[in-house]
């Protein structure tokens, strides 16, 4: 067998450039994930309602601009804007400890650059997904899918880990520049790939609601994208309540440092670096359509185990729940990425990915606002057991779908779209 052979996509040389900027990005995104809202709670002392609002602000670009970010990423060459996205966000990471240093940050200043990044993430997003069949091919989009969350999950490992001794060293604002410095160099290893997809043709008549109709149609009324959009709908809600509420949680209820917090939080990537280099596998072993709803099923209801924790070894058990959760979270991801990009015509590839975004995510925000106002209302304690209930639920519209038993991915080319 050949290297390249054994290698397989990580062989090809445009692909394995994409791997390597996907790995600086999303390192400098983990970090974000731990130090943004450590500098609200820990620099800023921000309450519960406004830690809440953090997490909305950082996720509330589905909102905004989810469903006409599809129709204009449809309009260019993918590859641009994931650079030029990459690239602005870098600088917009860099006023936070600029400010910090200064003494000028506030939560209202955190807020703002999440609410910026969050919305150049979701042009960044939706034109990643959309690169993808064009740079590997349809056939290859399994292992592509895999390979990429093998990298992400390796960053959610490592990223944590970074961030939580050097927030105990310099602080959470100043960390921020070590995630700058990673998408900057994302961005600029992206510059270097040289296949490009061909440049959209442009509508007769561009019109921006049509477009965006098309997107809206065509996914709402195919029953298998429909499901896992939905199913994704409620997973994100109650993730982000739990979320919102579990670094408080850990360093307000079980008095835990930021290294340890870090800790945990590594944790759940070694469940989804496990589960991205199982999910081909499990996937094949299962089916590619159970084991999106087994994966939910199975998984989430481990995330109890967190609000029953008291410090000592019940923590580590639930260290392993979150493991588990992030485990079936890739293996889950990994196969509805590859329907939802199987099944989509190219030219409808970034609004697919943009309407499945605006469902999927628009509720991010709201679950945000809501973790924050049921952390000041009941507590961290009971907002967890209410994000683990409802994640469970999210196995449900998958499994009441065309899903339940559609073991294999369909083949060939996705069938032109019709207005």
Not at 347 to 361: E, I, Y
Not at 406 to 417: C, D, N, T, Y
Request: hydrophobic share 50%; net charge positive.
């Amino acid at each position: 067998m050949s290297k390249t052979s054994r290698l397989g996509l990580l062989g090809d040389r445009d692909f394995g450039r994409l791997f390597a900027a996907t790995a600086l990005g999303q390192l400098g995104d983990r970090i974000i994930f731990l130090a943004l809202p450590l500098v609200a709670v820990v620099a800023l002392n921000a309450d519960e309602f406004q830690v809440g609002l953090l997490a909305a602000m950082t996720t509330a670009g589905s909102l905004l601009v989810g469903l006409p970010a599809g129709a204009w990423v449809d309009r260019m060459r993918k590859r641009s804007v994931m650079i030029s996205t990459d690239l602005v966000r870098a600088l917009a990471l860099v006023t936070i400890p600029v400010a910090w240093w200064a003494g000028l940050l506030t939560i209202w200043w955190l807020c703002t650059v999440a609410l910026l990044h969050g919305v150049l993430t979701v042009f960044f997003d939706v034109a990643y997904v959309s690169y993808l069949p064009h740079l590997v091919g349809r056939s290859n989009l399994v292992e592509g899918n895999s390979k990429l969350s093998a990298i992400r999950s390796v960053t959610s490992i490592s990223g944590p880990t970074v961030a939580g001794p050097l927030i105990g060293l310099v602080g959470a604002p100043a960390t921020l520049l070590v995630s700058s410095a990673g998408m900057a160099m994302s961005g600029l290893l992206a510059i270097t790939i040289r296949r490009r997809e061909p440049k959209p043709e442009p509508s007769v008549n561009p019109r921006l609601w049509q477009e965006i109709k098309d997107g809206l149609g065509f996914v709402l009324t195919h029953p298998t994208l429909r499901s896992i959009m939905l199913g994704d709908a409620i997973f994100n809600l109650f993730l982000v309540m739990y979320q919102t509420m579990l670094l408080i949680f850990l360093e307000r209820e079980m008095g835990l440092q930021p290294f340890a917090i870090g800790l945990v939080l590594s944790g759940m990537g070694c469940g989804a670096l496990l589960g991205a280099l199982t999910a081909t596998t499990i996937s094949k072993w299962i089916g590619q359509g159970p084991v999106i709803w087994l994966a939910a099923l199975f998984t989430c209801p481990l995330t109890a185990l967190m609000p029953m924790a008291r410090p000592g070894w019940s923590l580590y058990a639930a260290a392993i729940g979150l493991a588990a959760l992030s485990l079936g979270g890739v293996v889950r991801v990994v196969s509805q990425s590859s329907f939802q990009q199987a099944l989509t015509p190219d030219g409808l590839l970034g609004r697919m990915s943009a309407t499945t975004r605006f469902v999927s995510w628009g509720g991010i925000p709201v679950g945000g606002l809501l973790g924050g106002a049921s952390g000041s209302v009941f507590g961290p304690t009971t907002t967890l057991w209410i994000g683990a209930g409802g994640m469970t639920l999210s196995f449900l519209p998958n499994f009441l779908s065309p899903l339940r038993t559609m073991r294999r991915l369909p083949r060939g080319k996705a069938p032109e779209f019709a207005r």
